[in-house]
């Protein structure tokens, strides 16, 4: 096993069954990997390299944990106009439209929820009183949007996570794909995926986890294009007398939805558009597969 590294940005590389080596780096938050077939160590390690990068490009400009990313500078407008460049723009406009097809309950604007919600495994569930006030900070339509900028009103915020994880993903296997068409890749990002072809031998073969079967796949997904993406439980929730608490909240209520599948997962053409309908079939509660059966992807519900 080979390490790159780029000033303390080390990728590391080692062989998987059948010829493909896995390119491992850690970028927004979650590990993530790119599968290269075809290619020997050497050229999987510099062909995975410009997908860490724009990886890791995307995380700086959208993460809501850093004080000088363009989330964070949105945020601190207080009201006031911020100028944004293309990139941004479409990136909320494509917000918008989930917005509009959710019915207001995707909603970038309810991030102001984690003031109250820990998800990190423990029993610590807040109360109705945490929860209330913030409330009255959650709306995208009370966002002032034009072509090149954007006023969010004091005390409210936006939050991009929702978004970017599946962005990266479909950004970086554009870059791989316009590089070398020819090699089999698969881009992974903390379960977000997406491949532009399968490898010679056979389809990519990706497991899909459930919390309660942990270490094992509750199913297996053969891949040749395309992308999948899977929105629950199994790593993010409260655990409080015996009720499991899953990370979506319903920006209305502020509370986990009722009635929603422990995990929905979705293969589409790309990331963005798997991660998105994922999450909102998760919003929609008990009505996640009518929601999911208007739509030519294919899904998977686990309840």
Same mark, same amino acid.
């Given at each position: ?183 089999? #890749? ?5 379960? /977000?995926? $997406?491949?532009?072809? =399968?490898? *010679?031998? !056979? @389809?990519?073969? &990706?497991? +899909? ?33 015996? #009720? ?5 909240? /319903?920006? $209305?209520?502020?509370? =986990?939805? *009722?009635? !929603? @599948?422990?995990? &929905?997962? +979705? ?37």
């Amino acid at each position: 096993m080979t390490t790159q590294s780029s000033i303390a940005r080390p990728i590391e590389v080692a062989p998987r069954p059948s010829g493909v080596f896995a390119a491992r780096f850690l970028a927004m938050g979650c590990p993530c990997e790119v599968l290269v077939a075809g290619a020997d160590e050497a050229l999987a390690a510099r062909h995975a390299r410009p997908a860490a990068e724009e990886a890791w490009r995307i995380e700086a400009k959208f993460s809501r944990y850093r004080e000088d990313s363009v989330v964070a500078a949105i945020n601190a407008g207080a009201g006031m106009a911020v100028a944004i460049d293309g990139e941004t723009a479409r990136l909320i406009e494509y917000a918008a439209q989930c917005f509009d097809l959710s019915g207001g309950l995707f909603d970038i604007t309810s991030g102001v929820l984690r003031r109250a919600w820990k998800f990190d495994g423990s029993d610590r569930v807040p109360t109705p009183a945490q929860i209330e006030p913030l409330l009255a900070h959650i709306g995208f339509p009370r966002l002032v949007r034009s072509a090149d900028a954007i006023a969010v009103p004091e005390g409210m915020q936006v939050d991009l996570g929702g978004l970017a994880k599946e962005y990266a993903v479909d950004r970086a296997l554009a870059i791989l794909d316009e590089a070398r068409p020819d090699l089999p #890749v698969l881009v992974n990002f903390g379960g /977000d995926l $997406r491949a532009n072809r =399968p490898p *010679a031998h !056979a @389809p990519w073969q &990706v497991g +899909v986890e459930d919390a309660r079967s942990l270490p094992e796949p509750w199913m297996v997904v053969e891949l040749t294009k395309g992308a999948l993406a899977t929105s629950g439980d199994a790593h993010r929730f409260l655990l409080k007398d015996g #009720v499991r608490y899953g990370h979506v909240l /319903d920006p $209305r209520t502020g509370w =986990p939805v *009722a009635g !929603a @599948p422990r995990s &929905v997962t +979705v293969a589409a053409s790309t990331c963005i558009e798997a991660g998105t309908l994922s999450t909102i079939a998760l919003l929609r509660g008990a009505g996640a597969e009518e929601f999911l059966a208007g739509f030519s992807a294919r899904s998977w519900c686990l309840r």
